[in-house]
C-alpha cells in the first residue's frame, strides 16, 4: 500500500527528508507531497547577507535544489501554498492557494512539519514600514538589495540587534560602502560569546568603520515629513537612518501546530523524541508526526536542557534523521552542542558548548582560562592572533565551552571542542588531543591545547594534571 | 634533600621536561643539569624546510628558548657536551666535552632520555659526501643553505624521499628557484595517504614543475671527475643532480641507551609506560629513568600497537608529562592517534588514524569511502576543492582514520577525526556532530561529516545509519 507522506515547509529541513525518505522508498511506496508559503526550495538563508554584501552575485547560487529538482525526483511540490490548519486526529491539512485563495484538505499517513522560524520584531518594528527590513527569506534579502539599489551611497544605515545576523549584515552593508550603525543591548556585540571576547569583535567593528553603540535598547522608528525613516531612537539616543535593517534573531513559527493543540517548548519550538517525532501534550510521540528544522527545540548535550538553536546545519541533520526513519532505517539526533560560527571582515568568531552566562544558567559550577597565540607558528609569516577562552566544570574537569575570536584560519578549530563536548572529555583528556602540527598551520601547542593545559594545569583533574601554560595567559574566570 | 635530575638532549621532550619540573620544584628541591650535543636548545625542527625555502628568513626564528633562558631558569646546561655512556643500576652518565675531548661521570637520581632521531641513510649515502644532505638539525639547515648559495640558481636539486620531509624541502628548493627531482619509492608521493590521494599530491607537485620519479629506489650516487655529485641513479633511471637532499625519515638515536642495556621496540625506539618511565628486559620501570620525544616508541590509540611517530608535538607532550611527574603530579600520556599534516604549496595535506595499509596491517576489518566536496559553502567566493577519505571498521563502524587533500583551510580540519579516533566514535556518531557551519567556512555538511555519512549510510550501523551522501562520492574502498 502506498503510503502518503505530507511535508509542510520547503527548506533544508522539509526537503532534506523528503529526500531521504525518497533515497529509500520509490514512488510506488511513498507519495510525498509538499507545500511552501514562499517560491523557493532548499536555499541557505544563512548565505544571504554575503548575497547583499556582493560577495555571492546572485540568489540562485544559493538554492541548492531547485522545485524543479524535487519534483523531478517524483515530490508533488506546492509553491506559494500556506497551510492553514492541522488536524492530528484525523491526519490531515488544509491548505491555501495564495495566488487564488482556494483551499483544500490532503490526507497523509505521515506529517513532516517543518515550518521553520520568523524574525523577531518588535513592537517599533511591526508591519510594512518602508525602509525597515528584517532579512530572512529570500524575498528579503531582495527587498533590501532593491531598497538599496534606490538609495544613494552615502545613505546611513542602522542594523539593529548584535548577534550573528546583525554583525553579518553590518558587514555586508558597510562592504557597500554605506555608514553603518549597530545599536544592540548587550556590553558587548555577539552575546554568543562573553563579553571579554565580545570586545575585541566591537574593536574589529568600530577599526572597521561601523559605529559600535552597545547598551542601547532600540525603542522607536522616527520619520521625517515624507514619511520615510529619518532615525532610530534607542535608549542611547537617536541615530541618524535612510535604512534600518533588524538582526534581532528568530522564533519558531509554530502557530500552526499551537492552533492544533501541540505542546510547544520554553523556547517556543515543537517537542520531539530523539528521532524527531512530534510529542504530544502526553508527552508520547504523536502518530505520523514529525519535525525538524528551526520550528524545533533541541537537546542541549552540555547543559542537558532543551534549547533553541535555529541553524540550517541542525535542520539538514534533522531532515536526515526524519528521511531515515520514514525510509526503515532508524535514526536519531543526539542534540547539539551549540557550535556556532561567523566573521566579520578578516575577524573569525566561533562558540561552542556555554559561556559563562550559559554554564552558571545550567546550575554548573564552573572555571575557565583565557589564553592568547598565533593562529600558526610564531615565527611562520603572517601569524595571525588568537584568543581562546575554555570553560570547564570544577571537580571533574569536564569542558563546558569554547570560544575562539582571531585571525584567518582560528574560528573553525572550534570543531575540536565541539567533538571533545559531545565525546564529554576533560580538559585534562583534552590537552593530550592528537592534533595536527606543522608551522604552516598551527604552533607546536595548537592554540585550544594551551587553553585546555591552563584551566588543567589549574584544577590538577583527572590524573592528567599539567601545570603551566605554553603561552601567556591573560586571565582567569570563576564563577561569580 | 636535594634531588638531582639530569637530562639528555636539550630540544623539546628534554627541556620540556626540565622546564615543567623546575616550574613546579624550585633550585632547593630540584637540581638540574642538561646535555646538549648541539650548540642550540628547544628549536623547531619542523620549521627548517620553511627557512630553506626562505619563508622565514633566519635559524633564530625557528628557537623557542635559547640556552641563556634556560640557563636562567636554573637549568645547568651544558652545550656541545655528548653523553657516552650510561650506568642505569650506578645512576650515572659519562658525558664528553666535544671541544676539550674532557671526560667525567655525573650522579642521577631521575634521568631524562631525550636523545632523539638521526636520518636514515641508504648505504650509497653514508659518510660525507659534498652535495648530499639529510636536514634534521639547525646546521644541517645552516650547510644546505652554504651549500645553496655556492651553487647557481640553475643547479639541479635530487630530493629522495617522498614522505614529508621530502615534499617539503622539494617545496623549498623550488621556491628558490631550483629545478627539483623528487624520487621516491613507493608508487605516489605521500604514503602516509593511500595512493588515491598521493595522486592528488603528485598531481599538484608535477603542475608546480617538479619532475616526480614515483616507484624508484635511490641506488647510487654517481660523480664527476673533481669528485662533486652529477646524479643519482636510482631503479628507474639516472637523475642529473649538483645537490642532493635525503628526506628518507629519521629513526630513533637510541646507542646510548641499547648500549646500557635497555629492551628496544619493534621500531627500535625505547619503550616506556605511559607516564614515559622507561621500561626495563623485565618490563618493569627502570628507577629514575624517564624518556620522550623521537627516541621512544610510542602507543598507537586506534592499532591498539606500538608505533614510531616522530613528531615535535608528542615530543612536547612527552616532555610535560615527565616534568609533572617529576614535579609530584601524575600525569600520563595516553598515546597518538596518528596525525600529520603539511602543505605543498596552496595544497594541503592530512591524516590521521590507520591508512588502508596500517589497517590491514592491525588485522582490522575495514570498508571507506572517498568524497569531494569544497573547503567552504559552493557558492561562496573561491571555494577550494577537498578530498576526504574515512576508513571505519566493519561491524561496529568505529573510525579508523581520515585522510585529506585540498585547498587553503581543508587540512586542519583533521583535528576533528583526530578527537574522534581518540573518544572510539563510530561513523554513525561521527555524522551528527555539532560542527561549526557559516558559508565563509564549510559547506552546511561538512565534508568530514559528508564522508561519514557516506560509509554510514552504507553500513547501517550504531542506530543512526543514514543513507546516501550530501557530495558526489568518488568511489568505495574494501579491503582487498
Redesign the interface.
Known amino acids: 500500500m502506498t503510503e502518503h507522506l505530507v511535508v509542510v515547509g520547503g527548506d533544508?529541513a522539509g526537503m532534506s527528508a523528503a529526500?531521504?525518505a525518497r533515497?529509500?522508498r520509490g514512488p510506488a511506496e511513498l507519495r510525498i507531497t509538499a507545500f511552501e508559503r514562499g517560491g523557493h526550495t532548499s536555499y541557505?538563508a544563512?548565505?544571504i547577507p554575503?548575497w547583499v554584501g556582493g560577495?555571492?552575485a546572485a540568489a540562485t547560487?544559493?538554492i541548492a535544489r531547485t522545485p524543479e529538482q524535487h519534483r523531478a525526483r517524483g515530490i508533488d511540490l506546492h509553491l506559494h501554498t500556506e497551510v492553514t490548519e492541522l488536524d492530528p486526529v484525523a491526519r490531515r491539512v488544509r491548505s491555501r492557494d495564495l495566488a487564488t485563495g482556494a483551499e483544500r484538505w490532503t490526507d497523509y499517513d505521515q506529517l513532516v512539519l517543518a515550518t521553520g522560524a520568523e524574525p523577531v520584531r518588535p513592537p517599533w518594528a511591526r508591519g510594512e514600514v518602508p525602509g525597515v527590513h528584517a532579512v530572512h527569506t529570500l524575498p528579503d534579502g531582495a527587498a533590501l538589495l532593491d531598497r538599496l539599489g534606490a538609495l544613494p551611497g552615502t545613505a546611513r544605515a542602522v542594523v539593529v540587534g548584535g548577534g550573528?545576523i546583525g554583525v553579518e549584515l553590518a558587514e555586508a552593508l558597510l562592504r557597500r560602502g554605506h555608514p553603518v550603525t549597530l545599536v544592540h543591548r548587550t556590553p558587548e556585540p555577539m552575546p554568543g560569546l562573553d563579553p571579554e571576547l565580545g570586545r575585541l569583535i566591537r574593536r574589529g567593528m568600530t577599526e572597521a568603520g561601523i559605529e559600535v553603540v552597545p547598551g542601547a535598547e532600540a525603542r522607536e522608528l522616527l520619520r521625517g515629513a515624507d514619511g520615510r525613516v529619518r532615525a532610530v531612537r534607542s535608549t542611547a539616543g537617536e541615530h541618524p537612518a535612510d535604512l534600518v535593517v533588524l538582526g534581532l534573531g528568530v522564533r519558531p513559527r509554530t502557530a500552526l501546530a499551537r492552533a492544533a493543540g501541540l505542546p510547544l517548548g520554553e523556547h517556543g519550538g515543537l517537542l520531539t523524541d530523539d528521532r524527531m517525532r512530534v510529542l504530544g501534550a502526553d508527552g508520547e510521540p504523536v502518530p505520523g508526526l514529525w519535525a525538524g528544522g528551526d520550528c524545533v527545540t533541541v537537546h542541549h548535550?552540555v547543559s542537558g536542557r532543551p534549547a533553541y538553536v535555529p541553524?540550517?546545519?541542525?535542520a539538514?541533520?534533522h531532515g536526515?534523521?526524519i528521511g531515515?526513519n520514514l525510509?526503515g532505517?532508524?535514526?536519531?539526533?543526539?542534540g547539539?552542542?551549540?557550535?556556532?560560527?561567523?566573521?566579520f571582515r578578516h575577524l573569525?568568531i566561533?562558540r561552542?558548548g556555554l559561556n559563562e552566562r550559559e554554564a552558571t544558567a545550567a546550575g554548573l559550577d564552573w572555571t575557565s582560562a583565557t589564553i592568547e597565540s598565533t593562529v600558526h607558528?610564531g615565527?611562520?609569516?603572517d601569524a595571525e592572533r588568537m584568543t581562546v577562552k575554555l570553560l570547564a566544570e570544577r571537580g571533574g574537569g569536564r569542558l563546558l565551552g569554547l570560544q575562539i575570536v582571531g585571525g584567518t584560519?582560528s574560528?573553525?578549530?572550534?570543531?575540536?571542542a565541539?567533538?571533545?563536548?559531545?565525546?564529554g572529555?576533560t580538559v585534562g583528556?583534552l590537552?593530550?588531543?592528537?592534533?595536527?602540527?606543522?608551522?604552516?598551520?598551527?604552533p607546536?601547542?595548537?592554540p585550544v591545547l594551551v587553553a585546555a593545559?591552563k584551566v588543567a594545569g589549574r584544577m590538577?583533574v583527572g590524573?592528567?594534571?599539567?601545570?603551566?601554560t605554553?603561552a601567556g595567559g591573560t586571565d582567569e574566570g570563576r564563577r561569580p
Open positions: 533544508a529526500s531521504q533515497r529509500r541557505s544563512c548565505g554575503y560577495e555571492v547560487e544559493l550573528y548535550r541553524l540550517g546545519t541542525h539538514n541533520k536526515l534523521v531515515s525510509g532505517e532508524p535514526a536519531a539526533f543526539p547539539v552542542v551549540g557550535t556556532a560560527i561567523t566573521r573569525e566561533a561552542t607558528a615565527y611562520y609569516p584560519g574560528a573553525k578549530r572550534i570543531d575540536v565541539a567533538v571533545a563536548l559531545a565525546a572529555l583528556e590537552v593530550f588531543q592528537d592534533l595536527a602540527y606543522a608551522p604552516p598551520f598551527s607546536v601547542w595548537d593545559r590538577g590524573g592528567t594534571g599539567v601545570g603551566g605554553g
